[in-house]
């Protein structure tokens, strides 16, 4: 008899939903939330996980054990480099279990967002009885925000900072941590990209001592690490003076600084250099400000920058992490302007001229006088320097006489005697800018025009001269 052996294969299939493992809750911080502190709000995070359907209960299902979380590591969050952000800084809500909020009914609720304490938070309030429902399996989620004035008030140092929570029910972890992730960055939030300086005034040029020809405007730099600010500029000096003329000047005669800390004041060059005094910090609101001055000694202001016309350069700053990694670039087009100015002075004790004729030798060999330092001029333009006269003819007593204004000559430096006359005579040719330069003038009589006197009422004739410039 044969035996027969039935074999039965039973298939079993298990169907599951999508279950995330818990772990560490990890926030990464974008650097724009950061940099414009605009509040953060995160994408539900899974912080546990249940394969539970109820709440924890006791006096015969009256009275709900409520879940909580309680930090164990501190009240605050600390950064692997010590550094720490208060507990405040970070709020959280439960957002789901098993994909959708546990029922509220029977006097069940959700707290609004909280923190993080060293004591136990309610994070959910199950209902009053069992009975009244609970939830479904799954993952355990919640939303985590930072508010806009926690970053305009903490310091956020780049790196993690943690704090290690636990909870009190048979969910899955029993602890984990929350990392808040801050990134690297440096860069410049404000600055005017060009500048434009006036000098419009020849007392500027005679002010002793350093020179500051003007600030940049307010800098603000956002940064999570500590950062040295560089600068160089992209050419020398370029000069276009009032007359078309093109040339270069050496840019080492500009020095960028800020007024003390935190940049320490050196002459720029075409190749970048550090100005930071020290490496500058990151500070609460991640910004660091300051005025960034440029400016010039006294001596190289009246040799540089002296002669009219516009003077340009491109200022290159780049802030920079202190370990080179990160740099942000900021360009700067600086114009200068220098007005044409012109002045002549002529001293209080100088503005009068006498010559007396008293002797026959004075009328016969004629009269020489040099005024020393008579004339004081400044002008920051080639120029020539002419004199002339009211009239032509002197006057007696403000009545036009009949002794013709050219017997009187003048010449200064060793130039030519020019006969005086109404009419502008060149005394000085191709002059270069000059600032507060002494001329000695000479006046003359030479015996014709001495001569021409004889016979000439015994009384004052006078005549009023002047001086002016003509640019070149």
Request: proline share 5%; hydrophobic share 35%; aromatic share 12%.
């Amino acid at each position: 008899m044969k035996t027969v052996r039935l074999f039965f294969i039973t298939i079993i299939a298990l169907s599951c939903g999508t279950v995330t493992k818990a772990q560490d809750v990890y926030l990464s911080i974008p650097e724009n939330n950061i940099i414009n502190r605009i509040e953060y709000t995160s994408a539900p995070k899974t912080v546990m996980y249940t394969n539970r359907n109820n709440w924890d209960y006791v006096f015969l299902g009256l009275s709900p054990i409520e879940p909580t979380f309680t930090s164990v590591s501190g009240s605050n969050f600390i950064h692997t480099s010590s550094a720490s952000l208060p507990n405040s800084v970070l709020l959280w809500q439960l957002e789901s279990i098993g994909g959708r909020i546990p029922n509220r009914g029977f006097f069940g609720y959700l707290p609004d967002f909280q923190q993080f304490e060293t004591f136990p938070v309610v994070w959910f309030g199950p209902p009053s009885s069992a009975l009244a429902g609970g939830f479904s399996p799954g993952n355990i989620n919640f939303t985590f925000k930072i508010p806009a004035a926690q970053f305009a008030s903490n310091t956020f140092s780049a790196g993690n900072y943690s704090m290690s929570i636990s909870q009190n029910y048979n969910f899955t972890p029993k602890t984990f941590n929350t990392i808040i992730s801050v990134p690297a960055f440096v860069k410049w939030l404000t600055s005017s990209s060009t500048k434009y300086i006036e000098i419009s005034s020849l007392n500027d040029y005679r002010i002793t001592g350093t020179r500051v020809l003007g600030n940049l405007g307010n800098t603000d730099i956002a940064n999570s690490v500590n950062f040295n600010v560089w600068a160089k500029a992209a050419s020398n000096l370029q000069f276009t003076s009032s007359k078309g003329v093109s040339g270069t000047k050496s840019i080492s005669a500009i020095k960028l600084g800020s007024g003390g800390a935190p940049l320490t004041t050196k002459a720029l060059s075409t190749s970048f250099q550090n100005f930071s005094s020290a490496a500058l910090p990151v500070v609460a609101g991640n910004r660091y400000s300051f005025t960034p001055e440029l400016s010039i000694s006294a001596e190289d202001f009246k040799t540089n920058l002296f002669e009219a016309g516009t003077y340009t350069f491109e200022l290159n700053l780049n802030a920079r992490s202190t370990d080179n990694t990160i740099n942000s670039m900021q360009n700067i087009a600086v114009q200068l302007k220098v007005l044409p100015r012109s002045e002549i002075a002529i001293p209080a004790s100088a503005q009068n001229v006498n010559f007396n004729f008293n002797t026959a030798a004075q009328y016969a060999d004629g009269q020489s006088q040099i005024i020393p330092k008579q004339i004081i001029l400044s002008n920051n333009e080639n120029f020539e320097l002419y004199v002339k006269s009211d009239d032509n003819y002197f006057k007696k007593g403000g009545l036009q006489s009949d002794i013709s204004s050219s017997i009187l000559q003048i010449g200064v430096d060793g130039n030519s005697n020019i006969p005086l006359s109404q009419t502008p005579q060149k005394i000085l040719t191709n002059a270069t800018p000059v600032l507060d330069r002494e001329l000695d003038v000479k006046y003359t009589i030479p015996p014709v025009g001495a001569q021409s006197l004889l016979g000439k009422e015994k009384t004052t004739y006078s005549i009023n001269i002047y001086y002016s410039f003509t640019a070149i």
